[in-house]
């Protein structure tokens, strides 16, 4: 693939300080809130295999396969509207991906609501959270017996980015 950014991030971001704490090689990533497929080429310059991207912006999608096709990228586009946690649940079983990020502001509320059996058949979240959400999803990756790696406040509680793993130690007890 090469290290070259092809796609630049749409707001100048840092995604390494954002999204950088994951380790992407090798790993199918479902990528809520994809843009036009700024974050997608972040993690396939960091050596994911594929990168299911979702956006609920037409345009977004529309430009992200213009995108994937001229660079020739392993990336699948969908456009949906993620706050019905029913999505969380058929994305993550269809596709399999080792890691959810997602930034959408506020559809992470959505993914309060996904049942924890459907939670925890992916083994790390990287997840953008929005005030009180903050909370709740801490709450409910606990329960979930994830172990929380990282917690980025890099706009305070307005948006604070959250790294959640999989507690393996526990997987022979349940």
């Given at each position: 693939?090469?290290?070259?950014?092809?796609?630049?991030?749409?707001?100048?971001?840092?995604?390494?300080?954002?999204?950088?704490k994951v380790g992407y090689t090798g790993k199918v990533?479902?990528?809520?809130?994809?843009?036009?497929?700024?974050?997608?080429?972040?993690?396939?310059?960091?050596?994911?295999?594929?990168?299911?991207?979702?956006?609920?912006?037409?345009?977004?999608?529309?430009?992200?396969?213009?995108?994937?096709?001229?660079?020739?990228?392993?990336?699948?586009?969908?456009?949906?509207?993620?706050?019905?946690?029913?999505?969380?649940?058929?994305?993550?079983?269809?596709?399999?991906?080792?890691?959810?990020?997602?930034?959408?502001?506020?559809?992470?509320?959505?993914?309060?609501?996904v049942p924890e059996e459907?939670?925890?058949?992916?083994?790390?979240?990287?997840?953008?959270?929005?005030?009180?959400?903050?909370?709740?999803?801490?709450?409910?990756?606990?329960?979930?017996?994830?172990?929380?790696?990282?917690?980025?406040?890099?706009?305070?509680?307005?948006?604070?980015?959250?790294?959640?793993?999989?507690?393996?130690?526990?997987?022979?007890?349940?």
């Amino acid at each position: 693939m090469g290290n070259e950014v092809r796609i630049p991030p749409i707001y100048g971001e840092d995604y390494e300080f954002q999204w950088g704490k994951v380790g992407y090689t090798g790993k199918v990533v479902l990528d809520i809130g994809c843009d036009f497929g700024s974050t997608a080429d972040f993690f396939l310059r960091k050596g994911a295999f594929l990168v299911v991207c979702v956006d609920n912006n037409k345009e977004y999608i529309d430009k992200l396969y213009e995108l994937r096709n001229k660079f020739f990228l392993p990336i699948i586009g969908l456009c949906l509207d993620m706050s019905d946690s029913s999505l969380w649940s058929k994305l993550i079983n269809l596709y399999q991906p080792i890691v959810v990020k997602s930034d959408c502001e506020g559809c992470e509320r959505a993914l309060g609501k996904v049942p924890e059996e459907e939670i925890r058949k992916v083994p790390e979240y990287i997840i953008e959270c929005h005030g009180d959400c903050i909370d709740i999803l801490k709450e409910k990756f606990s329960k979930c017996n994830y172990i929380l790696v990282d917690e980025n406040p890099w706009a305070g509680r307005s948006a604070t980015i959250i790294y959640w793993t999989k507690d393996v130690s526990l997987k022979n007890s349940r």
